[in-house]
């Protein structure tokens, strides 16, 4: 937990330098981007479907907390006040990088750079420019680890459960972590990642997860009416 709370620091102060660095730009009177982001697009269902789908995948991760309230200290409480507090947060946060990231680039120039972040840096930050794919380096560890960590316990839990193999239900001697679990998802995420490019893991991932988060969705509501006395320590 230690080394994701590095990670996350880094990231957040990361994510200020570019909101600051677009304050910076707007006071400047660079607004033309804002005012007409979409003009020259035509719109189809396709492209539409893509885009909800790259957006479902930036806000992915809300739902990892859950996977983990066996290591929070009083979940009732903390759980329901770290989603209340970080979905909003994450939220503002991405608006605000949007944008930024349109006071100091135009559409085109967004869609054509390989990584926003460092064409970003590259025109606001100056000699500082290294800054941004560094930024970049530890956001993707940080969001590696977070993800490695919440679906390695999810494994452990589902074979706790009788829905995965025996095996992966152990945990290290010492360390006592779901050794198992973390190394087959490490496992599956390899294979995954050498399907193909991210833009189909996106489509792939975004459609396949959103199936599962709208039957647990609709799961627990079904369960309010049909179950209405289960204990629920979260509401």
Not at 82 to 109: D, F, H, Q, R
Not at 170 to 182: D, E, F, I, Q, S
Request: aromatic content about 12%; proline content about 5%.
């Amino acid at each position: 937990m230690a080394v994701q709370n590095v990670f996350t620091s880094a990231k957040l102060i990361a994510v200020l330098i570019v909101i600051c660095g677009g304050a910076y730009k707007l006071c400047q009177g660079n607004t033309q981007h804002l005012q007409n982001a979409f003009s020259g697009h035509t719109p189809s269902l396709g492209a539409i479907a893509t885009a909800f789908y790259t957006g479902l995948w930036a806000y992915d991760g809300w739902n990892n907390l859950n996977y983990v309230t066996e290591e929070i200290q009083n979940p009732s409480k903390n759980l329901p006040r770290s989603i209340i507090i970080g979905i909003p947060l994450v939220t503002l946060c991405y608006a605000l990088i949007n944008v930024s990231y349109l006071a100091a680039m135009s559409p085109t120039e967004m869609i054509e750079s390989e990584a926003v972040a460092v064409t970003f840096g590259n025109r606001i930050l100056g000699a500082m420019a290294w800054l941004m794919p560094l930024s970049v380096t530890i956001s993707t560890f940080g969001s590696a680890n977070g993800t490695l960590f919440a679906a390695g316990r999810l494994c452990f839990a589902a074979s706790r459960e009788g829905h995965l193999l025996d095996i992966l239900s152990y945990v290290h001697v010492r360390r006592l972590t779901p050794a198992p679990g973390l190394i087959f998802h490490s496992l599956i995420a390899g294979a995954m990642v050498l399907y193909g490019t991210i833009d189909s893991l996106i489509d792939f991932f975004s459609f396949t997860a959103w199936i599962f988060y709208g039957g647990a969705m609709v799961a627990l509501i079904v369960m309010r009416y049909t179950k209405p006395n289960y204990p629920r320590p979260y509401k």
